[in-house]
């Protein structure tokens, strides 16, 4: 019944919303009608004037690849990428099982030498099914073990749905950083959001800037 309700939401707010056009606004897509969820435990290792570093550790995720012309995603290739993950959740993986939802949706975005950029769309996998979770069936759908990670990163609250203000605040994480002489990662970068769409205040948005050694 609950993944019912949860369909029915995401179609609902697809259809009154103005068109989603940009990689950022998946989260729109992607938090609606989500119940409570375990969130990924990181270890805070460093804390500076508007900014924290912290481990992230090495977990799988279940991920599917987006697409875009000139970096645009269409409305139809979100709601095409959330149903695929979803419907992964909802049974369709090797066992038919259904799998709980863990937080935060995560947007991978690989940027490369010649600006284009790789995002890649990730439901967190809690715990008692990470040592073994099923295959995915649909084969857009993978799971993507992410290495441990250190990350600098900032909170910010709203409604992130714009991908410019993903950039935004990434930009000025950076700044903050480089005038501190810290160093990032320049094709790396992740976007979280921790909570559904129908909490109003106090929302949690995190940008995580990646540390130069750092491999994926």
């Known amino acids: 019944m609950m993944c019912t309700k949860m369909v029915m939401v995401v179609m609902v707010v697809a259809i009154l919303q103005p068109p989603l056009t940009n990689a950022a606004n998946i989260f729109t897509a992607f938090s609606r009608g989500f119940e409570r969820q375990e969130e990924i435990q990181t270890t805070v290792l460093n804390q500076g004037s508007g ?6 550790p090495g977990k799988v995720w279940a991920c599917t690849g987006q697409e875009g012309s000139n970096g645009q995603i269409t409305t139809s290739k979100q709601m095409a990428a959330f149903l695929r993950l979803f419907s992964y ?6 066992l038919g099982q259904k799998l709980p939802m863990g937080k935060p949706v995560s ?3 690989k940027t490369a030498a010649d600006g284009s950029r790789e995002v890649n769309a990730c439901f967190f ?3 008692r099914i990470q040592a073994d979770p099923p295959t995915p069936t649909d084969p857009l759908v993978f799971l993507s073990q992410r290495p441990t990670l250190t990350i600098f990163t900032t909170r910010f ?3 992130a749905t714009d991908e410019d203000k993903w ?3 990434a930009r000025e994480l950076k700044r903050v950083l480089t005038a501190e002489g810290i160093e990032t990662r320049e094709d790396l970068q992740y976007w979280n959001a921790y909570d559904p769409p129908y909490k109003f205040w106090r929302r949690r948005n995190e940008v995580w800037l990646v ?3 750092e491999q994926v």
């Open 89 to 94: 959740l909802d049974g369709k993986n090797s």
């Open 157 to 159: 609250g709203g409604f």
């Open 167 to 169: 950039m935004r605040e």
């Open 51 to 56: 900014w924290e570093s912290r481990e992230v």
């Open 211 to 213: 540390k130069p050694e």
């Open 125 to 127: 996998l809690p715990e």
């Open 107 to 109: 947007i991978e975005v």
